[in-house]
């Protein structure tokens, strides 16, 4: 049986050493939805809208940054494609780039607080904006991707979805769920989210995915993608975020005036 280890949450980005595990692993707090969102809004703002399933993950390093030529690490997630119901994509397939991901050469893994995590397999309702250009390219960052999970919809936190009128989606209360609270990393098992004792035991009382994408795609018969899908090319060069530590803030002596001329 494989070892679980606790993902620890902070608040952007930042490494710990997983106990009893042989990489590091950082991650931040995927950022909590404002309890409801309009379907009609992240339409108007998506360059895509789609249900796929993840077929394929890869870790790959930015190009060196700032002065002392730091590589990012970021995560390239593969879709395959059900049903597109806003945009155009080349092929059946839709690669995006997310900032953070695991770098063999630290073994450490780096994730963001704005930035879901993905397994193999998952199944899931996608509003993208932005891909290769935003570090989450999802409308809302984590508000961007919807789980689907035995056929009723959540979100990237395990709360449950409910549809109300003029196509706003309301959440409701946390599941418990094994696909939100563990991720794999390079073969091991984590543990990325505690629910604590207010969650509930699925089935949850969401609402479904069929519901849910019937009233997507008519919706987005009168909605225009806010521009063209760029898909992430594995094999192109890309550049990561400056990660420069900021120069500490310099403090004036007590002694000084306004004008810098001392008393």
Known sequence: ???????????????????????????????????????????????????????????????????????????????????????????????????????????????????????????????????TRRMCPLVGLVDGRLRVIRGRVYTEMGLAVFPERDGVLRTGEMVRLEEVSTTSVNGRIFLTLTTGPLAVDFPGDAVGA????????????????AQVFVNADRAAPFAGPDMTPAPPPVEKSPDKQKNGRSL
């Open 210 to 225: 069929e519901t849910l994408m019937t009233a997507i795609a008519a919706l987005a018969r009168h909605a225009t993608p």
């Open 1 to 131: 049986m494989k070892r679980k280890v606790r993902l620890r949450r902070v608040a952007f980005l930042g490494l710990m050493l997983g106990a009893g595990a042989a990489i590091a692993l950082g991650a931040g707090t995927a950022q909590a939805s404002s309890g409801q969102r309009s379907l009609k809004e992240m339409l108007a703002r998506s360059e895509l809208a789609f249900i796929g399933r993840v077929e394929k993950i890869e870790y790959l390093l930015s190009e060196p940054t700032g002065p002392e030529g730091v590589r990012v690490p970021h995560t390239f997630v593969t879709y395959r494609v059900e049903q597109m119901f806003l945009g155009q994509a080349p092929g059946g397939s839709v690669t995006l780039r997310f900032v953070g991901g695991w770098d063999s050469r630290k073994m450490r893994y780096m994730a963001s607080s704005n930035t879901p995590q993905f397994d193999m397999g998952d199944y899931d309702i996608l509003f993208v904006e932005g891909n």
